[in-house]
């Protein structure tokens, strides 16, 4: 296969990057906007999927990500056609919720299996996986 170029894996990383800038910023409509009009989020509550829906899930979110740096490691990308392709990451969250008072620290990490998918030149989500997820008790008691 060669119809993901090195351009267009560079584009995917800048998604991911795009996408944890989003829910550090609440920003809804960019978060929505890294989704495909049909795209779907699936996490520990449960799928959400359309644009509106899912910039309404960062909205709900809301109180659990302030003071909380998102980020992806250890990307992989795969193609599986021209315009479709499966990527796979850690997402690790660094917590300091009390800025300059606060050490940083690992909040949480899960596992992401996403597929995105080439749309008018750019790349989207068209479905975000999340497959595993560990939480740090000091920081989500309960």
Known sequence: ???????????IHELLARYWKTV????LKGFADTFTEDGSLTNYTGTTTGREALAQWLDDYGPSRAGNRHMSTNTTVTEVDADTATV??????????????QTPHVAAYGRFNDTV??????????????????????????
């Open 1 to 11: 296969m060669s119809g993901i170029t090195a351009a267009d894996r560079f584009e």
């Open 24 to 27: 550090d910023e609440g920003d």
């Open 88 to 101: 796979w990451s850690y997402m690790v969250v660094i917590a300091a919720f009390e800025p300059r008072t």
């Open 117 to 142: 998918v080439r749309v008018d030149g750019g790349w989207l989500f068209r479905e975000r996986l999340m497959d595993d997820l560990a939480l740090n008790a000091i920081d989500y008691p309960g």
